[in-house]
């Protein structure tokens, strides 16, 4: 089963810049050899749901052992079975259609 | 590593009513044993970090196989090293500080 | 437009204890006079769409005010236009499917 | 009070194909003269507090507009007081770390 997610990790307890958790996340990400797309809010990552849950938790870890004594994240995470969709598709989709009004 | 997590399932492509849905997510909680509790938008969950994600997956499992074609799910997740805190601690420690002032 | 809507503070900055903050929060949904049912990982609220997030907005004023530098929320939002729905009603759907089965 | 958000729509009950309501979305925000970044699993808003959440109450209507009967929406949105941070400012913050260390 394929997944499209969007993760946000907060660490809690740590001060207010987190920029240093959420590039130790990206690296996690790197080094699962998942697809992912950093954005200001979030990061979008793609692939089998067993990896990507993998490495949402090696997330978790990984912040933990930097020193945050507390995580609150968020994910967003869509599956289908009514056809393949990559996370450029999406963004494609919406796209197209208002390329078609302009 | 322990998690309490906050689900909400959104099947889509199956028309507007979905507690049918939600019902099936809530039977897979009993069945892997989670303490876990329904709300208006979504589900308490609690418990060792591979068993709640386990049960999350076969929540998408079931609801595709119910006839969903599409889901989008949102989760919340939080863990913390600092000490252990249950689904009751949480809401234990907002409503004291509201009895207090009463 | 009514609106149920499930609100997650998270004060970034001040520690790991969140509790006064959250109770903070309960206290702006009662003095707005909005229907609200505190839960291990949020709060719903159900009003009208302005009054809803004029509490929202009102929620990250009073979490600054108490020195909170940085605040994280999330928020899950539903609207309807076939019926009218209750955060009561949404349970109740799905707790007599649960019912019906026992 | 300046806010960061992270928008995602999904209209229940208009089938599985959502990017026309996403479309319509992308619409509004460009309407309301707010910068904002389509990604694959939702949209970063950035502006004014009150311009943002008003053009996210008009997504909804928007979006009813078009015949969904039903809206389930999530938003993260971050505030903080401590300094000003666009949404640029966060990914540029986060790659200058992954950079340093390339």
């Given at each position: ?14 001060g207010v ?37 993998a490495a ?11 020193g945050a ?34």
């Amino acid at each position: 089963m394929n997944v499209i997610a969007d993760q946000c990790v907060v660490p809690v307890g740590v001060g207010v810049s987190v920029s240093e958790y959420v590039a130790a996340c990206e690296r996690v990400l790197v080094e699962a050899g998942l697809s992912h797309q950093l954005h200001a809010y979030g990061t979008n990552i793609e692939g089998e749901w067993d990896e990507v849950f993998a490495a949402v938790k090696r997330c978790h870890e990984v912040v933990h052992s930097m020193g945050a004594p507390r995580i609150s994240s968020t994910l967003r995470f869509g599956t289908r079975t009514d056809r393949d969709q990559s996370m450029a598709d999406k963004v494609e989709s919406v796209e197209r259609r208002l390329d078609r009004e302009a």
